[in-house]
């Protein structure tokens, strides 16, 4: 018996080794700022040294497709296949950025004395992360959101002179530990009928007489508004826009890329791994017909990306406009799931990977000038395109990209969003796709307008150093080449569609 467990345990462990390597990292900053506490320069390099590692181990697992720690002949708790690789290399890139842009934060500087506590936080958010995508079980699941969770909850209120700030993090917290309990309900419901909390295997059950209780669409609406908080969808949005405008911009910035991309990535494991019938030769997903399913986010994703961009047209503040704008993105993201085919996932896996770019450079450019105004509202931008040629540029930039016109990368997303439900003959949803890009055009447009059409008196000096350069490049370029030269994402994308089973 032991000889079959301990190799089935090295092979399970040598699947995880980049989430052991995340763990070591956690490890490490926390001595590091136990021993060197007077020292806390040494944590970003630790932070970014740990995730470059965790890097390598995951281009290595690239072209693997394998289950780890099994439960049964044909059950696992964890895979590894190409989808999940394509969301932790999302997650990777981000906090990479992210590390960096706490270096230049003045929000996170003012609490020197905690950096070992944020930087160990952050590292909490990415393991949860990592084992949310690859998880194949509702109670793993379950767990790791927690620890995503009770990671961010702190981390919204990190700056503890800051009255909004303390206002964000109680707040997430109240909305969070409700839809954590919704979700655990669920969860608890779903293992009552079925005796499992394993996708796999509920798959199997669910074709049972016993799946048609009324309890069991209760059980699976549940599991889905614990997701839906995450990803920020209608209706669980209303922690969003106090959250992303009262966290510091560096949190804020990480939760509308990589805990929305962890989000969609359990949503879309839970729906494909749980609810799959069979899959049509022209790759479209044919689902369990207890629930139906497409329906009912077509009409989430509609509601959610009319009211993202209408509630935007009314923000004076940068941070909450953006929040509301990603509330928008997560209903054009919803559209894609909804078309259930692979071809509807492609175009969500591009539409993300771009998103990452133009949504955190937008923040970034935020931050620096917030950095010397103190300020986020959109009326004390007056003439900043002036005064600050190269960030006013680079912010309009990633602003139009956020539209998706072209020559932007945001171009490509929605356009290959957009090919995917017409060939799905999703004509009503495209069109008002459409009609919502036009409507988001209008409050993006006004950001433009006020930097660059309105002068200002007053003339704002920032100073980049060739950090903050390197990183502003290292988003601007690959939203600008990405809507020129598109087809290694593309294939990326095609590449990475596979779920371990399917």
Do not use: C
Not at 94 to 122: C, N
Not at 229 to 255: C, M, N, R
Not at 302 to 330: C, E, P, V
Request: glycine share 6%; net charge neutral; proline share 3%.
């Amino acid at each position: 018996m032991n000889k079959l467990i301990i190799p089935d345990l090295l092979n399970s462990l040598n699947s995880i080794l980049p989430e052991i390597v995340l763990s070591l990292t956690l490890v490490a900053i926390i001595l590091s700022d136990l021993i060197f506490h007077k020292n806390k320069k040494l944590l970003p390099y630790i932070s970014l040294i740990g995730l470059i590692i965790t890097f390598v181990f995951l281009i290595n697992q690239f072209g693997k497709s394998d289950a780890a720690f099994p439960v049964a002949a044909q059950f696992s708790f964890l895979s590894l296949d190409p989808f999940s690789l394509f969301f932790k290399v999302i997650i990777l890139v981000s906090s990479i950025l992210i590390i960096l842009f706490s270096v230049s934060s003045k929000e996170i500087e003012s609490g020197l004395d905690r950096h070992g506590e944020y930087y160990g936080l952050i590292f909490g958010m990415i393991i949860g992360m990592f084992f949310m995508i690859s998880a194949n079980d509702l109670i793993l699941i379950y767990l790791s959101l927690e620890l995503l969770s009770l990671s961010s909850y702190i981390l919204a209120g990190f700056v503890k002179t800051s009255l909004r700030n303390s206002e964000a993090s109680l707040k997430y917290l109240i909305y969070g530990a409700a839809s954590s309990g919704i979700m655990l309900f669920g969860i608890s419901i779903l293992f009552g009928i079925f005796g499992s909390t394993n996708l796999h295997e509920i798959n199997e059950l669910i074709r049972t007489p016993a799946a048609t209780q009324l309890t069991f669409l209760i059980s699976v609406i549940f599991i889905f508004a614990g997701i839906g908080f995450k990803i920020s969808i209608v209706p669980f949005h209303f922690w969003t826009p106090d959250v992303y405008e009262g966290a510091p911009i560096t949190i804020t910035a990480f939760l509308s890329v990589a805990s929305k991309a962890a989000g969609f990535a359990v949503l879309i494991r839970f729906l494909k791994v749980t609810f799959i019938d069979s899959l049509t030769g022209n790759g479209y997903w044919q689902l369990i017909g207890y629930i139906d399913w497409q329906t009912l986010l077509i009409i989430i994703a509609i509601i959610t990306m009319t009211f993202g961009n209408f509630a935007a047209l009314w923000q004076d503040n940068l941070k909450r406009m953006l929040a509301y704008s990603s509330i928008a993105h997560a209903g054009y993201l919803m559209l894609g799931v909804s078309i259930f085919s692979d071809q509807g996932l492609i175009a969500v896996l591009i539409y993300f990977f771009i998103y990452m770019f133009m949504n955190l450079g937008a923040f970034y450019v935020v931050m620096l000038i917030a950095n010397k105004i103190n300020s986020e509202e959109i009326d004390d931008y007056r003439g900043i395109g002036y005064s600050l040629p190269l960030l006013g540029t680079t912010l309009g930039i990633f602003l139009i990209s956020l539209t998706g016109l072209p020559p932007t990368a945001g171009f490509i997303g929605k356009l290959y969003l957009f090919i995917a439900l017409v060939d799905a003959n999703m004509i009503v949803p495209a069109i008002i796709a459409l009609l919502n890009t036009v409507v988001s055009l209008y409050y993006y447009v006004r950001v433009l307008r006020v930097m660059f059409l309105i002068k200002s008196d007053k003339t704002v000096s920032v100073n980049l150093n060739p950090l903050n350069f390197a990183v502003l490049m290292f988003m601007v370029i690959p939203t600008l080449l990405l809507g020129v030269y598109f087809s290694p994402l593309v294939n990326f994308a095609k590449e990475s569609v596979q779920l371990l089973g399917f």
